[in-house]
């Protein structure tokens, strides 16, 4: 499944020296650095003050340009589950504790509908992983995107109950 977005919208470099930067600031015209952690609607994690603070503020502006904004004027009802996530809340092979990835949602969608939301987002995005998540104990999939930049795999999978089910969108 090719991608139609091939652009690559840059961080600002300058968030890279940043140690700690306040909630309500926007990484992007529609989100806020508390959109992407601490607000998030399901996992809810704070940036620490720390060394690596800078370089997931970064990452998650590459999340909020290339990624959420395009989805989410696609699909304006589009919530963030989760983004950073610490370690701690993690799991040993995540992504969200460097702020390379969202895990979203969409109000008024049914599951069934999430095959379709998954394919369209796919055909339209610049992303290095998009996984349709199904589990048993939650009526609401998601679909996860991670983004790296400019050497994104285009990488498409399936999981059921956190493990993957197939390497295509199932």
Not at 60 to 75: G, K, M, R
Not at 88 to 106: K, L, M, R, T, Y
Request: hydrophobic fraction near 35%; charge should be positive.
């Amino acid at each position: 499944m090719q991608s139609q977005q091939t652009k690559h919208i840059g961080a600002s470099e300058s968030l890279l020296a940043k140690t700690y930067l306040p909630g309500n600031f926007f990484l992007s015209p529609s989100f806020t650095v508390d959109m992407l952690s601490a607000k998030a609607s399901l996992v809810r994690s704070r940036i620490s003050e720390n060394e690596d603070s800078g370089k997931i503020y970064y990452n998650l502006q590459q999340i909020a340009l290339n990624i959420l904004e395009p989805a989410s004027s696609l699909y304006p009802s589009l919530v963030i589950a989760s983004g950073y996530r610490s370690k701690e809340v993690s799991s040993i092979n995540s992504e969200h504790p460097a702020g390379s990835c969202v895990d979203v949602q969409f109000l008024g969608y049914k599951p069934s509908d999430y095959f379709g939301l998954a394919k369209r987002l796919a055909r339209v995005l610049n992303y290095d992983q998009l996984i349709l998540e199904y589990t048993s104990y939650s009526n609401t999939p998601w679909i996860h995107i991670s983004y790296k930049g400019e050497n994104n795999r285009k990488q498409v999978m399936t999981f059921w109950n956190n493990k993957k089910h197939s390497d295509a969108l199932s």
